[in-house]
């Protein structure tokens, strides 16, 4: 497609638009920003309680620098310059999260502080005529919890379908769409098997049990929404494009095997009631007893599905010990993230999602966005490229008959990028993490300019 004019920002430098504008797409498409509680609120403030994150931060080398969610953005003092922020740039909802440690500090007992902030903040994104869509949990698990076992025991699924009642009793007829669990893989497998996020085990069989626990919890948190009479309830998996590292038959089913863990193991146990059997092979032995009697509650009806994407993994085969998976570097360009980017992975993992799990079921990109370092000198190019490419993608899958009903940026602001501590930049928004100053990237503006399109 042939690009847009090349304008020139306030201080005279070209500045690329993007190739496509809001009226491309299909009437009714929703553009969104997210963020999340613990990355930008700022933890510290009103009567919130700790997470398994503090925890975490403070085990030397697990986050950079042992920097943690006390502060971030300060989102929870600025909410409402950063939701004009959002309005400013003519998107049409904001995709947050509710902290469960700032709702029930201890998982259990509920903090009026921590509901009154959400509170203040649905009125005023309604009033700012954004559709709020909201996520109950993105990672934060208070801290009573996790040494209570955290997401290797049943009972966090319970408890968690207690938070979803408390959510919507004050929040539901105002939302215009809620998904219990952000990227439910990082909180079970990342953070389990790899050990990059808290609480950091490097366990298959806690791995396992986590990968369990978390659909579990997504489906009693749909049926305790659904209770209380919230609408429009969807799930938010995260998918990376799994290619093999070479022509090798290793390589290629060392792809399938991650495709598995990754991409299919979520949605076919939620849209499906099913898990793969190539992954349950090697997982089923570390299951909990009587596994197979939930995956019923599990597979709750959704009325819409999200992906996040932001890159493909290029995959080989490691020894003998199951999963015996890695992955190799990619081909430049990179992100800030060292990822590939891969614009392609997400038309193809969309029309593979659409064709072998939702069907009709109407589809969202819920994340997309890159990390790219802040320059005061000149646009973040790399930023508006990738988004671009992306959107393309997502256009020209449309063209292709999937459902796909609206698109996410992550992120609005520039935020704590857990064990990156503040280093890695997503934002469409700088922050100075000193003066907390908000600065509108190249990208923001030129995001404005196409939505106004």
Not at 26 to 47: D, K, L, N, R, W
Not at 77 to 105: C, K, V
Not at 240 to 268: K, M, V
Not at 270 to 282: E, H, N, S, T, W
């Amino acid at each position: 497609m042939r690009s847009r004019p090349r304008r020139l920002d306030r201080t005279g430098a070209a500045m690329t638009e993007f190739s496509w504008k809001r009226s491309d797409f299909p009437e009714g498409f929703v553009f969104a920003a997210a963020t999340s509680a613990y990355q930008i609120e700022g933890h510290a403030f009103g009567g919130a309680g700790r997470t398994h994150w503090d925890r975490f931060a403070e085990i030397p080398g697990k986050v950079a620098r042992g920097e943690n969610g006390a502060v971030a953005c300060d989102h929870y003092h600025r909410w409402p310059e950063d939701l004009d922020l959002i309005r400013d740039a003519g998107l049409d909802a904001y995709r947050f999260s509710t902290s469960w440690a700032r709702i029930m500090p201890d998982g259990v007992t509920v903090n009026p502080d921590g509901l009154d902030f959400y509170d203040r903040l649905v009125d005023g994104m309604l009033e700012r005529g954004l559709r709020p869509m909201a996520t109950l949990y993105h990672w934060e698990l208070p801290e009573a919890l996790s040494l209570r076992g955290g997401w290797t025991v049943r009972e966090i699924p319970e408890r968690l379908a207690d938070l979803a009642t408390v959510v919507a009793r004050r929040l539901g007829d105002r939302l215009y769409s809620t998904a219990p669990i952000n990227e439910p893989w990082c909180v079970a497998w990342l953070s389990h098997y790899h050990g990059d996020h808290a609480p950091g085990t490097t366990d298959l069989g806690a791995a396992a049990r986590a990968m369990h626990y978390v659909g579990l919890a997504h489906g009693l948190c749909l049926s305790a929404l659904r209770a209380e009479g919230v609408a429009n309830l969807g799930a938010v998996c995260n998918m990376e494009y799994a290619l093999p590292a070479d022509d090798s038959a290793d390589s290629e089913t060392a792809a399938q095997l991650y495709d598995g863990i990754y991409n299919r193991w979520f949605p076919g146990a939620f849209l499906q009631g099913v898990y793969p059997d190539d992954i349950l092979a090697g997982l089923e032995p570390h299951l909990p007893e009587g596994w197979a009697r939930d995956m019923e509650v599990i597979s709750q009806p959704v009325d819409w599905f999200g992906i996040n994407y932001y890159t493909c993994r290029r995959l080989r085969q490691d020894g003998p010990v199951w999963p015996h998976v890695i992955d190799v570097p990619g081909p430049p360009p990179l992100t800030d993230m060292g990822w590939e980017i891969a614009p392609e992975g997400l038309g193809r993992l969309l029309r593979r999602t659409a064709r072998d799990f939702t069907g009709d079921t109407p589809l969202f990109v819920t994340e997309n966005g890159m990390a790219s370092p802040h320059y005061d000198d000149r646009p973040d190019q790399p930023r508006i490229d990738y988004l671009d490419a992306h959107l393309r993608q997502a256009r020209d899958a449309i063209a292709d008959g999937v459902p796909l009903r609206g698109y996410t940026f992550w992120s609005l602001l520039d935020n704590f990028e857990w064990a990156l501590g503040y280093d890695k930049r997503f934002g469409l928004v700088h922050v100075d993490f000193e003066t907390q100053t908000r600065t509108p990237k190249a990208s923001y503006r030129a995001l404005a300019r196409a939505l106004a399109d």
